[in-house]
T-cell receptor, first 115, second 112 residues
Framework: DTGVSQNPRHKITKRGQNVTFRCDPI?????LYWYRQTLGQGPEFLTY????????KSRLLSDRFSAERPKGSFSTLEIQRTEQGDSAMYLC?????????????FGEGSWLTVV | SQQGEEDPQALSIQEGENATMNCSYK?????LQWYRQNSGRGLVHLIL???NEREKHSGRLRVTLDTSKKSSSLLITASRAADTASYFC????????????WGAGTKLIIKP
């Protein structure tokens, strides 16, 4: 399968714990995005990487959130000291090239439930 | 902030009928994309239409784009039960590394 891969698919954690999600984009895709989605809503942009450089972060991304893409391939999204409001699906997407006009491909998402 | 708004929010039709969903957006775009999302799953790309295109077809899907009205429509012909899903439109923001901006989606239910 050469699509965008995310794991874990589901994570239940206690409030205050840290969680980390991993995304493996399509291999030739230099651009990688993280989005968050809650029930009944469209995805909300969190952050964007071009190769290993994190070029943009949403104001939604508080200090408890950090994302990395150390070698310009896979990416991780870590949430520290989780809160119940962090419960959502975290979507990773990747895209080739620069500019617009190329399709963004999404993974299946990682569901986070904070109890 | 959300850029696109899909309309209607929910649509329930009989199998075999056509389903039309609309999307409006606020700023100038380079292209507009439609995605499908089955419950609890990721987003599946359906079709991309560029700002200089007015209509595009892919199988049972027909997308139109009216940049003067800042709106797009997605038509699914001869609907099937498997088309039951949420449908989202998304636009590229030129000023923001071409991240996609999304609406809240149209929930489509096809009744057998």
């Amino acid at each position: 399968d050469t699509g965008v891969s995310q794991n874990p698919r589901h994570k239940i954690t206690k409030r205050g714990q840290n969680v980390t999600f991993r995304c493996d984009p399509i291999s030739e895709h230099n651009r990688l995005y993280w989005y968050r989605q809650t029930l009944g809503q469209g995805p909300e942009f969190l952050t964007y990487f071009q190769n290993e450089a994190q070029l943009e972060k949403s104001r939604l991304l508080s200090d408890r959130f950090s994302a990395e893409r150390p070698k310009g391939s896979f990416s991780t999204l870590e949430i520290q000291r989780t809160e119940q409001g962090d419960s959502a699906m975290y979507l990773c997407a990747s895209r080739v090239g620069s500019g617009s006009g190329n399709t963004i491909y999404f993974g299946e998402g990682s569901w986070l439930t904070v109890v | 902030s959300q850029q696109g708004e899909e309309d209607p929010q929910a649509l329930s039709i009989q199998e075999g009928e056509n389903a039309t969903m609309n999307c409006s957006y606020k700023t100038s775009i380079n292209n507009l994309q439609w995605y499908r999302q089955n419950s609890g799953r990721g987003l599946v790309h359906l079709i991309l239409i560029r700002s200089n295109e007015r209509e595009k077809h892919s199988g049972r899907l027909r997308v139109t784009l009216d940049t003067s009205k800042k709106s797009s429509s997605l038509l699914i012909t001869a609907s099937r039960a498997a088309d039951t899903a949420s449908y989202f439109c998304a636009t590229d923001r030129e000023d923001s590394n071409y991240q996609l901006i999304w609406g809240a989606g149209t929930k489509l239910i096809i009744k057998p």
